[in-house]
């Protein structure tokens, strides 16, 4: 049945039949061009000069489109630079131009650039329509790039129309802008659409570039990783979601990204550190190697690195006891400590404590905030609610992301689907209800969208629930028994530091299990792979990234440099062309420095995942199913408005 308000609606928008049949007749051939090209990342951790790389070459799309060109007029060298300059326009140029003496070099090779550039852009836009391409030209040149794009140069007067009109834009002075439009249209092309699997956030120095990144990004989504409902938490009024991210922060040496970057002040937790807090080698910052921090900088860091930990272990505390049913008694720690002789049993065995640092802990009321750390994470969460910038941030996390997301067949999901040992869906009880598989997750979300749009309130159940996303046995994004945070710090035996791992961990290995999974998640097994991130492959182990058979790909590989002497390599992406899915392994970056002068571009080792028999179109895609529909439409306006 038609809704004949809907078919109003339409009319209103087209006008006239002529209108409507040009709309179907566009939507048509639309569903006809090849597929565009998705773009896989995960576990950034910060680290935004990385990822910004692999954005810019298109995980090695672009060079690829390059030697297709030119292989047979360019040799190696000039490839590099030819690349080089489509990622790093600005500084490349800037390079490249100081090496001439004359403004007749300078001249002959604005020419050859530009028309190289023109090439390359008609190169990797004939998948799209001219409209699509028009979006991603640069504004203030868009005609006369349309111009020199459709150019034909058979037509002896239409040459010299287009040198001319070339030499014109050179004189003008419009050559460099011209150059840095075209690369950033390059690179816009040569993807479509850029997923993020999650862990945008801790660890490395820059989330919130990475953020800005994104939020200027043409076309994304994002599922949400443990770190970044970790964040999320904070900014929704969970205090210990909040204790943690800046305790993680003191410990990768990154607090300028919660003072400078958002602009929190972190005075009043400086003054309760210094009270309380010395030196102890257990809470000294790690990844000092790229920065020199003097003794005293290092000292500050390590007090209050102590001063947060404390703060969010007293903070888990009461949750754990108002919230029976997540079953975390056993991390009740502070509790559990006899600290007479300093000391834990945990699981039955008794351990010694090191490193200790329980100034502000009473052994009868181990959990109890003292009045002055109760200020201090009451002002933190006042001023993070009050960010601007990262008011901007979380707004933009929630409106793209979310817990897993549906694409094209395939499942992406940052962590697990919990499982039994049996393989069985794990199932859990919250407020009266059991839920497993995608049901859990769903409800899971709907906590974090409830609780989000609540920041008032920060002891309710749903803020709790954030918490217990970040941590929780049951949790799809950490999915391992308990966090041991606690133990890593003041215990040394190691066994007391492992994290047992979910059954899916180990199940995924399996092609009938991931073909389950699949299906729990309404998806075509035979079609479909499940996407993961959050635990490092460990290439140098020769662990396989693309198990179970294809259908389960973990593109965790490391971006985050605290992780990559564990994975041996600097990070995966996937690409998902008209003709299949590539996993590319990144080898170490070092800096936009390196590729610019050196030309090192960044090792990637392509492997194929899977290769289309026939080149994979639009009307097979998420977006063809809704231009289908659009279509479907557009016919019922036709039928009941035009034929009579
Ligand atoms: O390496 P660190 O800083 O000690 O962090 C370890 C913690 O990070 C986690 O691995 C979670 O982070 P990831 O999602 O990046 O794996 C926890 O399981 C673990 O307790
Ligand atoms: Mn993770």
Not at 171 to 189: E, H, M
Not at 468 to 493: C, D, P, Q, V
């Amino acid at each position: 049945m038609v809704d004949i308000k809907y078919l109003d609606l339409l009319a209103q928008k087209y006008g006239s039949e002529e209108k409507v049949a040009t709309e179907i007749i566009n939507l048509e051939a639309i569903l006809d061009l090849p597929k565009g090209t998705e773009h896989f990342v995960s576990d950034l951790h910060g680290e935004y000069h990385a990822f910004q790389h692999v954005l810019r070459n298109g995980s090695g799309n672009v060079k690829m489109k390059v030697k297709d060109l030119f292989e047979a007029e360019m040799n190696e060298w000039e490839i590099n630079e030819f690349a080089t300059l489509i990622y790093y326009p600005e500084e490349k140029m800037k390079l490249v131009k100081s090496h001439f003496t004359s403004k007749e070099e300078l001249r002959e090779w604005y020419l050859e650039t530009i028309g190289r550039m023109l090439k390359l852009v008609a190169y990797a836009s004939s998948k799209y329509t001219r409209s699509k391409v028009r979006k991603a030209l640069p504004e203030q040149f868009t005609y006369i790039i349309e111009e020199l794009l459709y150019k034909k140069d058979e037509l002896e007067d239409k040459k010299d129309y287009y040198e001319k009109m070339l030499d014109r834009i050179i004189s003008l002075g419009q050559a460099d802008k011209l150059i840095v439009g075209l690369a950033y249209t390059t690179q816009r092309l040569v993807v479509d659409h850029l997923h993020v699997v999650g862990d945008i956030y801790d660890r490395g120095p820059d989330p919130h570039k990475i953020m800005d990144t994104l939020i200027n990004h043409h076309s994304v989504d994002i599922q949400w990783g443990n770190h970044d409902v970790l964040w999320l938490g904070a900014y929704a009024g969970s205090k210990v979601c909040l204790a943690n991210i800046i305790r993680i922060c003191a410990r990768y040496n990154n607090l300028d990204i919660i003072e400078d970057a958002y602009g929190i002040n972190l005075r009043p937790l400086l003054n309760l550190a210094e009270k309380y807090y010395g030196d102890n080698p257990s809470f000294r910052p790690k990844r000092i190697s790229d920065e020199i921090l003097t003794e005293q900088e290092q000292m500050q860091i390590t007090k209050i690195h102590q001063a947060i930990s404390i703060i969010q272990f007293k903070l888990e505390s009461p949750i754990i006891k108002r919230r029976p049913c997540l079953h975390m008694e056993n991390r009740l720690l502070l509790e559990k400590v006899d600290y007479e002789n300093s000391e834990v049993t945990l699981h039955g065995k008794t351990y010694a404590l090191k490193d200790t640092c329980f100034a502000t802990v009473d052994p009868e009321k181990p959990a109890e905030l003292l009045e002055e750390e109760k200020q201090v994470i009451d002002k933190l969460l006042f001023s993070i609610q009050h960010s601007e910038k990262l008011t901007r941030h979380m707004n933009f996390l929630m409106k793209k992301g979310g817990l897993y997301l549906k694409y094209n067949g395939n499942l992406l999901i940052h962590g697990c689907i919990p499982l039994d040992e049996d393989g069985s869906m794990k199932a859990m009880e919250i407020e009266d209800k059991t839920y497993a598989g995608r049901e859990l997750l769903d409800v899971f979300e709907r906590y974090v969208r409830h609780a989000f749009a609540r920041p008032e309130e920060t002891d309710d159940f749903a803020t709790d629930m954030i918490w217990y996303l970040w941590t929780g046995e049951n949790s799809s994004l950490f999915g391992k028994r308990e966090m041991t945070t606690f133990e890593r710090y003041f215990i040394a035996e190691k066994e007391t530091h492992k994290e047992r791992k979910n059954p899916y961990y180990f199940m995924r290995e399996n092609e009938d299990m991931c073909r389950k999974m699949l299906e729990e998640f309404d998806l075509n097994p035979d079609e479909g792979r499940i996407i993961n991130g959050h635990t490092p492959v460990k290439e140098i182990d020769g662990e396989d990234p693309i198990k179970a058979n294809g259908k389960m790909i973990v593109i965790d590989g490391g971006f985050s440099k605290a992780y990559q002497s564990t994975t041996g390599i600097a990070g995966y992406t996937l690409l998902y062309n008209s003709y299949g899915m590539q996993l590319v392994a990144h080898q170490l970056f070092n800096s936009k420095e390196d590729v610019l002068t050196k030309e090192t571009d960044v090792l990637s080792v392509k492997r194929l995942v899977n290769e289309e028999l026939e080149r994979k179109k639009v009307k097979q895609t998420n977006i063809g199913k809704r231009l289908l529909q659009e279509i479907d439409n557009l016919n019922s306006l036709r039928e009941h408005r035009y034929m009579k």
